[in-house]
């Protein structure tokens, strides 16, 4: 969120004028206070993550002064993280032609913008805040972003530089450019920004775990454990240091992702989540699993309860709408939860761990959908069962796992230096017959591109008794 407001003679927005706001705390009374008092009492909710009270106060005001613009500026900023963001730029708008002289607003603006997707105008948004604050390295950074995702590198590449000249210390704009060289291919210069990144901020999880990336994209897994082991070094509570260290050195494999990485990697990308596999990796399990459950229905089929598990975002929630009757997702991700929530296609969202959550219920589900969530669970006998036991008769388990290489015959499973784990089509055959399921389909397809490389996976479905 941008900086507080200040006050500003141009229009007078902020001025002392007479408001009846009804400000409670416990143990007082409503209070009669000014619309600079109540903005600033607002803006404190709303840093509190306190947005439902936020909201209802930012809205008073705009009910007082319709063109209040510091309202409007950051009521859109509050949507924008309700996963309004349609609603979101709107209200951005209106602040951005209220105020064009504050450059926090045309920043909040293109970073709504870029994160939806609507990179070109996000462009231009950061631009004009340039035109307004010159110096701003933060805003190069995120302009330089916004061109790498348009693929243009060159102005990206300058954005980035112009960042670390106005910022020395700037250790995004640093990762930010290794993050260029990686795409187009330039690998050690990239290894050669994140060492910079690292020198400046030896403590920044975000440089050593893009350095160890880089390396074990050229297939120096040694190199990459080492790095990982570092960290882990610095950070021994770190649940992605410690995962990471696991998948490249092979020490310590868990049996599955620990709940504190899971939890800690996807809450890192909510935001961003959506745009990033879809626009850039090809992301495409969520319609290969909806499809295999179209496959599996009879003309005229009664509404099925549907479980979403590992729902992320909802990116299956659209799809699978249509189907339910009663559709339930759960993730352990609260900020991916934000995301499904906004979507408005689920009846219950549940923050849950989606092994313990499924081996809680009986008898309760027709289909269980999972799209690229067992990748982060190596041995699936548990879930299967637990599948089993909440599916009705006749219900079906449908999910998405990576492929061991057609040649690894004799691995039930493994864990990759990218920290998800492949699986074999023998191992998930005999786990799902064990638990009681019956395998009707096993797919070969791509999931996603990865290093402009396929991602080779398989659809399962299987059915209960």
């Known amino acids: 969120m941008a900086a507080k407001p200040k006050k500003r003679d141009d229009r007078g927005f902020t001025s002392e004028m007479a408001f009846m706001a009804h400000l409670r705390s416990p143990g007082t009374d409503a209070t009669e206070v000014s619309i600079t008092q109540a903005l600033a009492y607002a803006i404190q909710l709303h840093q509190a993550a306190q947005l439902d009270a936020a909201e209802a106060l930012y809205m008073q005001i705009l009910d007082a002064v319709p063109e209040q613009p510091d309202a409007l500026h950051f009521l859109g900023v509050l949507q924008h993280q309700r996963g309004q963001s349609d609603a979101a730029i709107n209200l951005l708008r209106c602040a951005c032609a209220l105020i064009p002289n504050h450059p926090d607003c045309h920043i909040n603006l293109g970073n709504v913008l870029a994160e939806t997707g609507q990179y070109p105008e996000a462009a231009s948004a950061y631009r004009r805040a340039l035109a307004l604050a010159p110096a701003r390295a933060d805003v190069f950074n995120n302009l330089g972003v916004v061109f790498r995702l348009l693929a243009r590198w060159d102005e990206a590449e300058a954005s980035y530089l112009h960042a670390i000249e106005l910022a020395p210390d700037t250790t995004s704009a640093y990762n ?242 990218h920290g998800r784990y492949a699986h074999g089509k023998t191992y998930l055959e005999t786990t799902l017959t064990a638990a009681g399921l019956e395998v009707t389909r096993i797919t070969a397809t791509d999931l996603r591109n990865e290093a402009d490389k396929p991602v080779a996976g398989w659809v399962v479905t299987a059915m209960a008794p």
């Open 176 to 417: 930010n450019l290794g993050l260029l060289h990686a795409a187009r291919g330039r690998i050690q210069q990239a290894i050669q920004c994140y060492d910079l990144s690292i020198a400046r901020t030896p403590g920044n999880p975000d440089s050593r775990r893009l350095l160890g990336i880089a390396y074990y994209t050229l297939g120096k897994t040694r190199e990459a454990a080492e790095v990982f082991r570092q960290w882990l070094a610095l950070d021994p509570a770190s649940p992605v240091a410690r995962h990471m260290y696991a998948a490249c050195s092979g020490k310590n494999v868990p049996e599955r992702a620990a709940d504190d990485y899971v939890e800690q990697t996807f809450d890192r990308f909510a935001d961003s989540f959506d745009t990033q596999l879809q626009n850039n990796l090809a992301y495409c399990a969520p319609q290969q699993v909806v499809g295999a459950l179209a496959q599996t229905l009879p003309a005229g089929f009664e509404p099925l309860d549907i479980l979403d598990a590992g729902c992320g975002t909802g990116l299956c929630g659209p799809l699978l709408r249509p189907l339910a009757r009663h559709l339930t997702g759960i993730d352990l991700s609260a900020g991916m939860l934000a995301k499904a929530t906004a979507r408005q296609c689920y009846d219950t969202l549940l923050k849950a761990e989606l092994g313990a959550f499924i081996a809680s219920q009986t008898a309760r589900f027709d289909a269980i959908i999972s799209a690229d969530t067992l990748v982060y669970f190596g041995a699936l006998e548990t879930v299967c069962a637990a599948a089993r036991k909440a599916l009705r008769p006749q219900g079906v388990f449908i999910f998405t796992v990576e492929q061991l290489p057609s040649g690894d015959v004799e691995t039930n499973y493994r864990l990759n230096p």
